[in-house]
């Protein structure tokens, strides 16, 4: 076969996108109270459900979350994924685990690196604390916790968090 009629597989096609938006009333007051080490979720005026991030209205009732809670930095892992694969864009060392953690005060899990536990030893219902960065740091940002790491607690039954998935 000729040079010429060798299929081209893949190309590589870098891409890159940034975005700039007003993140609105609901994420300004969130986006504020990290800048104070402050965790303030919504709670639903229907269901009762605590939104963290708050987003200003709830998923499941469509009805506003006006009410603000403040939440705690400690929380449950409802799920989790060990990242074993290199990405380009990632620069944790290899293999780090990624945990769905449900904050004690909310109902809605967020995904956030866990860090100095040993990947084999992290479990479904385990007690996690965020991590925060240093005060000289702190902006209004969500990335303000550097990353959760495991609270010497027992674990949490399954049963306790299994409507927060
Ligand atoms: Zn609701």
Redesign the pocket.
């Given at each position: 076969m000729s040079e010429e009629q060798k299929t081209v597989k893949a190309i590589d096609g870098p891409t890159r996108l940034e975005y700039r938006y007003s993140p609105g009333r609901a994420s300004t007051r969130f986006l504020r109270g990290m800048e104070q080490k402050k965790i303030l979720g919504q709670k639903?005026?229907?269901?009762?459900?605590v939104y963290v991030p708050p987003r200003g209205a709830?998923a499941?009732?469509g009805?506003p979350?006006e009410e603000e809670v403040e939440v705690q930095d400690t929380g449950t892992i409802v799920t989790f994924t060990i990242v074993r694969v290199p990405s380009q864009n990632i620069e944790i060392e290899l293999p780090y685990c990624a945990a769905s953690i449900l904050l004690d005060g909310a109902d809605i899990p967020f995904t956030a690196l866990l860090r100095d536990v040993p990947v084999e030893t992290v479990r479904l219902g385990m007690r996690v604390q965020g991590v925060w960065k240093p005060d000289a740091e702190l902006g209004p940002s969500f990335d303000n916790i550097d990353h959760f790491t495991a609270l010497d607690e027992p674990d949490v039954p399954f049963e306790k968090f299994q409507e927060h998935l």
């Open positions: 639903c005026v229907g269901c009762g459900r709830c499941r009732c009805l979350t």
